[in-house]
């Protein structure tokens, strides 16, 4: 089931970052750490209602941060539109649960709440080195557009699009 996050939500989301951050380390990926994200980020989204979880079974398993926030290093970029967009941010699947569709509805929820809000433009960006997030993106039809710096981070994060038909 997928829904709003809740504050009683966080302890089990920092659970997934700490799992995940140990996954990403083990094949150098260092696009999170300790530094980010963190539970202020995720207390953040929810607050403004913008961070999403899905559960299996009663266990939260996955989430997602979507809203209508662009980092200014989006600027420099030549993205094909100029509309109103929704970005996807923070995302991840609990380790133990993945290849099981859990990412697969992340993307489609991602595609059905830009519709129902009447947008047809989705923006994101992931880090060069992961590998994972990348072609998830591409397999969910996301466009390269460039390649931004972010977080002080020595690679570069890589930028896509998305132009959302009706029939998603």
Known sequence: MMRKAVMEDIKDIMGIIKETIIEMQ?????????SYPQEKDFANDIQRENLF?????????????????EPDEYNGLNWSLNHDAM??????????????GIGTALMKF??????????KYLKTDTYSLNLKMNNLFQKFG???VGEISFLGKSEPFYCYEKILKNNC
């Open 142 to 144: 996301y466009k390269f």
């Open 87 to 100: 970005v996807v941010h923070r995302m991840a699947v609990k380790p133990s649960y993945r290849r099981n």
């Open 26 to 34: 083990s094949y150098n990926n260092n696009q999170w750490d300790a």
């Open 53 to 69: 979880v899905l559960e299996l079974k009663d266990k939260l398993v996955g989430f997602i941060c979507i809203n209508k926030v």
């Open 110 to 119: 991602v595609d059905e709440l830009a519709l129902e809000s009447n947008i």
